[in-house]
């Protein structure tokens, strides 16, 4: 079990370079063929300074892409192998385009103790508050794990 210290306690913070072709990839796989995702000069012509991301991009900088802060987890008893992802959401604040730099830092805000049919677990809800190189809040990034009992 994770203990009720662990409330709002914070990690990080940790460093995302947002990569053109990333941006680019992740548009292809959802699907989005516009220029503006894909070439810089169309992004350009739209009055963006580079390929603007998918709003799914910042998935790729969660738990499972941030071995720092997995560890970070383990530590307090919340090991990967016993997580399962619950829900997830996010608020935009700011674009975010390739080139950006963002940084994160990640805080335990909730942790609730339930039991189910097959015994105890928890619900540990996290929040990422991402900011740009200029210091703007770009995205809060709020996920709830279930965590598994032993």
Sequence with gaps: MISADALGRSFGPYTYHVERGRVSQLAA?????????????????????????PPTLATC???WANLAL????AAIGAPLPRLLHGEQSYAYHAPVL?????????????LEQKRGQSGPFELLTLEARLVNQRGELAIIDRLVVVVRGE
């Design 29 to 53: 796989a959802v699907g989005e063929h516009a220029p503006v995702f894909h070439d810089p000069a169309a992004a350009q012509a739209a009055g963006l300074a580079d390929l603007p991301a």
């Design 61 to 63: 900088y969660g738990l």
């Design 70 to 73: 997995l560890d970070e987890l």
């Design 98 to 110: 390739a080139g950006d730099t963002l940084t994160s830092t990640t805080t335990i805000v909730g």
